[in-house]
């Protein structure tokens, strides 16, 4: 079932998620659903906060082709679709900077600066812990999915100057979705 997705300016959005304890039917059918709604909104990641949910919960399924190839090969062992529950990052090394969008802001994009790797901790659908180490654009997705279920929006970490470039178009965005920045 696809769900709506909420806009900045949405509450949900600066909400800091809650760890699930079991992962159940219910919450199975919800990541099946997040992914559903991703896809069918062009999207390589969503979190649970972006359907005006509070489980801390995100999904991610990066395209064939859209990695550099050594990122790709390095990161070959994590198989896609990603349903992540109760994911934390426990470690990070190294840093990128690129582009960068985000669903939940339409038309408005910019480039942030990540890290280059990172290890990422969390329960599968079937309540297994796994640990995964991602590199590229993958664990960029990572990071921007697990900064949503900490309440952390990607415009928050734009440089000054990116900032500036956006602040119209943001401020418009928030007035139009509850206001809350
Ligand atoms: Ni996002």
Avoid: W
Wanted: aromatic share 4%; proline share 5%.
């Amino acid at each position: 079932m696809v769900l709506g997705i909420v806009k900045y300016g949405n509450k949900a959005l600066r909400e800091k998620s809650s760890p699930v304890p079991v992962v159940n039917d219910s919450l199975r059918k919800l990541a099946d659903d997040m992914l559903e709604t991703m896809r069918a909104a062009r999207g390589v990641g969503l979190a649970a906060e972006q359907v005006g949910r509070l489980e801390r919960i995100c999904v991610i399924d990066i395209p064939d082709g859209c990695e550099e190839p050594e990122d790709a090969m390095f990161n070959g062992p994590i198989k896609m679709p990603l349903k992540l529950f109760n994911p934390v990052i426990v470690a990070h090394e190294g840093s990128q900077y690129d582009k960068e969008g985000c669903l939940s802001f339409p038309k408005i994009g910019g480039a942030v600066t990540r890290a280059a790797q990172v290890t990422c901790q969390y329960v599968d659908e079937e309540n297994r812990p796994q640990t995964i180490t991602a590199r590229g654009f993958l664990a960029r997705a990572i990071q921007h999915e697990v900064d949503h279920l900490d309440g952390i929006l990607y415009v928050d970490r734009f440089s000054a100057v990116e900032r500036l470039a956006v602040a119209g178009k943001l401020k418009k965005l928030a007035r139009e979705n509850g206001g809350v920045r």
